[in-house]
């Protein structure tokens, strides 16, 4: 095999790993109390860097395909990465001010998170997409663990760990089976052996195949927490660190959808997507209606964004359907509005935690509005986001994907997004409202916490940028879904 | 002259005004809040009565456009005044112009006031959106936030328990609504390709995409009738009366709550090919008009009986639509903006007399202490009842006979029985309120005894209600406006000049100016008059019923009830969930931890029982649920063929 190295659509990725082990020379190298600021820089740098080498991919490479075909880091990976390095951008912004402990290896551990994203997205090869499940899945599982003196984040850790193996188990079956039955690892060997599997005309494919992919999608589901497979989610969720929470909320759902979208358009011939994808409409239908109902009872913000990030995993499958350009626009557009909401509301908890409240109860929040008048504005607008009222950018992605979903004639998603959106409203409403509740007390901070204030200026930073990012994207959606579209359009 | 600008103003200067009010609301004066949040009505109010002078002053009727945000290459979101848009929007910012003014002596005393003119700005902005818009997702937008203001504003006195619970229902049965207004406009655009009313509309006229037409115009009018409180998703809007008064006279009568009439008014062509839609809005209207009528005459609390007499006014308005008289609906509309807001205001004069006591059985004799409000009360009610040269005789007219010449004898006499339950709740209503002897407190309740202090309390509110209060001068004048136009506006708009208002709207039609029908005329006022009589006899001062319903140990029935459709739809998905929920509870746990189960009455906690045991914190017991995930998506596969 000839050596097909193409370091132009690999910039991205090398960027990410090369800051990751930066940070760890830095660590090495210098003394903990002067290179603590400068790692922080580094990790945000190595995004940033990341992203410059981004840019070209996503105006279009001239051979977006390298490495014999393994990776393919076209206009599709471009804007899923573009997500991707936003959301550990902010991430990042979210965990300064952390106690004192194994900083250099969690910064890391991080940028390797996000490497394994992006790889999802430009992944060309089954192998590869299993290569990034476990790159980010392992650099998670050791992120989620990353609370010294909280057994419930170990907990935590151990369970994703445990279940996540069995998912990763029944996804490398999956791939073997469709090996079995097309002979090659390739996407697009895949896509091609798809369309030659035909009898009288119509498509027909194997049990090996049909069994194949069914795999592979549950092995994806899991890591998108769509029901029955979310069952990890709310006590992972609730264990983990809030800047791990909230990183991935966003990132593990958007890269393991950009894997599912990429591997499904191959996979399933366009005409028999929406009898063979079947299954996936149901599972969608089944996350919204439990992730929206069972937020009724929370008493825990964590555990309430578990299930708003089962609910809204549904609707990122109403793409699904009718995988065409505006199924797949619709899905990124959508996820940045999630996105943005998402890490928005976590630094709200993050600004909580940075005075000393565990700002992981919903109680906690009361008198919000009060005490911090634009907090408790911004919270209000980032729930809208998503419950997708306006002026929020949740309400253009829910119609965006609402009429991928026509398109696709996924009747049964279309259902789920009427009557899930309609329950939800309730459920962030009265969070709203808690917020917005008189009260003449604080909530009381735990034993030994201290006020930490880089923790509440960076928090209040990624509010801003949150709250701006989710405004911009519900009141003048043009420029944003127009670099979606485009840049998609090409494929 | 090119006033194409003013249109994004309209909007916007409501919008600013809601933003710096909000933000200065405990820094400003109230009266300097008072100027900036009237002022920017005015000035909304003001460029559309330029835009109106300029479109039709001009001799061919060609709608003022204009640009206001963009989707991308995906649409582009304008704004435009065409005679239907500049119709309602004069109807909004005039009515929201003469509120404003009303609200200013109304809630000055509430501590919050500047937040109340805040939201009340931002109200105008909303439904300006949503009748200025000339496509489908502006609509939707305003649509949004006209619900949003609404959840806002009947929370607004948020200690009350009661205002929240009302808030957060009313926002969900709209919210579920617009779901179905946004999966209309998802199936418009899968179908046609554009947002754009035009575009949308030209292709229909051309004959393309005929066969999803009914299903677009019931999932529009899913919307439509959650956003009108019309039936079956009824059940909020007399708990929507909850917010101020002036927010029930805007928004939950006079504008954002016929927004539904507007939608189908706007979406016309698609109602004009889908019969079945069309017919199904004509029925939900003609049911609402009677149910809302038969209501109305057994509420006790004023304002509970002027929202369901909106729901049946409303219901005319959906009737007429489903007829196809859009004219009619939209003048109804028009004339029933004025004489409910009057009414609504007028009431909110009349429970400031009583201290904020709103149950009719506590009040009579009014009519001797404040003329005023007895005068402005008795005018709109009259416009309501639709006695000549009243206004709502003109437009409901118009709605009769549209039912007439088409034949349709059962929504006919629907809509015939409707306007005599109307008279019958107007004089009722009025009797109660104005005529007879005023109410005093018993000093005894029936059923237990009360203590000193609460008869005394009772007694000083009797001496409260003795002497009249004086009601300011900038409540008197929005509501004496009003009163006048419940009068005029009528006549003075009959015919030809609604006609040549609102036809450019709807070149498709072949609209002319109808004379009054003296069979349907005669028969709707003798109908009327009938009822108004009865109505008369039994509440009259020295009436049988009046007797009765005032008497403390009166159990009230049906009516009261509202035919207990609350007490259904509990009944029908509340409590069964509920059961279910326990049902599934015992099924997954066997042993029966009675101590998890007993005690947790609500929907809510059962479900969330069977959940948390779902969701244990057991490895073994997530890899099972993994694994039986696994196996029915594998077997899906192994059986699809």
Known sequence: MPVDLNFTIAAPLLALAAGALLILLLDLLFKYETIQGPMYVAAIGAVLVAGWYLVPLWQGAADPSGFAGMLVMDRFAAVYGGVLLIAALLAILLSIGRAREDQSGYLALLLWAAMGMVLLGGAGNLMVIFLGIELLSLALYVMIAFAPRRMAAREAAFKYFILGSVAAAFLIFGFALIYGATGTMSIAGIAEAARSFTSEGAWAVGLYYKVGVGLAIVGLAFKMALVPFHIWAPDVYQGAPTPVTAYMSIGTKAAAFAAMARLLVAAVPEAYQPSFLLPLSILAFASMMLGASAGIWQSDLKRLMAYSGIANAGYLIMAIPGLGLDGLSAAAYYLGAYGFATMGIFAVVRILEADGVDGSQIANLKGLFYRQPWVGVCLALLFFGLAGIPPAGGFVGKFLLAIAAVRGQAWIVLAGLILSTGISAYVYLKVIGTAFTRTKEAPQPEEGAEPHAPTRTAAQVVLVIAAVGTLVMGVLPGPVSELVRVALAGM | ?641
């Open chain 2, 1 to 641: 002259m090119d006033l194409a600008w003013m249109l994004p103003a309209i909007v916007v200067v409501p919008l600013l005004s809601a933003a710096i009010v909000g933000y200065f609301r405990n820094t400003w004066s109230k009266t300097t809040v008072s100027w900036v949040a009237c002022g920017s009505v005015a000035a909304a109010f003001a460029m559309v009565v330029a835009l109106a002078v300029q479109y039709w002053g001009a001799a061919a009727a060609e709608p003022i456009r204009s640009g206001l945000t963009s989707w991308g290459s995906l649409a582009s979101l304008g704004l435009v005044a065409d005679g239907l848009s500049l119709w309602w929007a004069l109807v909004v910012t005039g009515a929201g112009l003469l509120i404003h003014i009303y609200s200013t002596a109304y809630m000055r005393e509430d501590e919050s006031y500047g937040r109340f003119m805040a939201k009340l700005n931002f109200f105008i902005f909303a439904m300006s959106l949503l009748v200025l818009s000339d496509n489908f997702i502006g609509l939707a937008i305003g649509w949004g936030c006209v619900g949003l203001a609404s959840y806002m504003l009947i929370g607004f006195y948020f200690t009350k328990p009661a205002a929240q619970n009302a808030a957060i229902k009313a926002f969900v049965m709209n919210i579920a609504g617009e779901a179905g207004l946004f999966a209309g406009i998802a199936f418009i655009y899968a179908n046609f390709g554009s947002f754009k009313f035009d575009e949308v509309f030209g292709a229909i006229a051309q004959g393309q995409g005929v066969a999803a037409l009914n299903l677009i115009g019931i999932l529009l009018l899913i919307g439509a009738v959650a956003k009108s409180a019309q039936l079956p998703l009824h059940t909020w809007l007399p708990y929507a009366m909850e917010g101020p008064t002036p927010v029930s006279a805007l928004i939950h009568a006079a504008t954002m709550v016929t927004a539904g009439v507007y939608l189908v008014s706007r979406a016309y062509p698609i109602y004009e090919v889908a019969s079945g839609a069309a017919m199904t809005v004509a029925w939900v209207g003609g049911l609402g008009a009677l149910f809302g009528a038969l209501v109305a005459a057994g509420q006790f609390d004023i304002k509970r009986v002027l929202a369901f007499s909106t729901l049946s006014q409303i219901g005319y308005m959906f009737l007429a639509n489903g007829l196809g008289a859009y004219v009619a609906a939209d003048f109804h509309f028009f004339t029933h903006a004025f004489f409910k807001a009057c009414l609504f205001l007028a009431a909110g004069i009349v429970v400031h007399h009583y201290n904020g006591d709103q149950d009719i059985r506590h009040m009579g004799g009014l009519w001797y202490r404040d003329k005023f409000a007895g005068l402005t009360f008795g005018a709109a009610a009259l416009a309501l009842i639709g006695l000549p040269p009243f206004a709502g005789f003109f437009s409901k007219d118009e709605i009769l006979l549209a039912a007439f010449s088409q034949g349709q004898w059962a929504l006919f006499t629907i809509a015939v029985l409707a306007a005599g339950m109307t008279a019958f709740y107007n004089v009722r209503l009025f009797s109660l309120v104005f005529l007879g002897d005023a109410y005093v407190a018993p000093v005894r309740q029936v059923g237990k005894k009360r203590s000193r202090k609460q008869a005394e309390a009772a007694g000083a509110d009797a001496q409260a209600h003795a002497h009249a209060h004086e009601t300011p001068a900038a409540m008197k004048w929005p509501v004496a406006i009003l009163a006048v136009l419940s009068v005029v506006s009528g006549w003075l708009f009959f015919g030809h000049v609604q006609l040549t208002a609102l036809a450019p709207s709807f070149p498709t039609l072949d609209l002319h100016a109808e004379a009054i029908n003296p069979v349907v005329a005669g028969l709707s006022v003798a109908v009327a008059l009938v009822g108004g009589l009865i109505s008369w006899y039994l509440y009259r001062p020295e009436g049988a019923r009046r007797a009765v319903e005032l008497n403390p140990l009166h159990k009230p029935g049906i009516l009261y009830n509202m035919f207990y459709v609350d007490t259904l739809y509990d009944f029908l998905f509340v409590r069964p969930a509920k059961e279910t929920a326990q049902f599934i509870g015992q099924l997954f746990d066997p042993r029966g931890i009675d101590g998890v189960v007993n005690g947790l009455g609500a929907l809510a906690r059962e479900l969330g029982g069977v959940l948390r045991r779902w969701q244990n914190g057991l490895v073994r017991s997530y890899a099972l649920t993994v694994f039986a995930g696994v196996v029915l998506v594998v077997a899906y596969y192994v059986f699809y063929v």
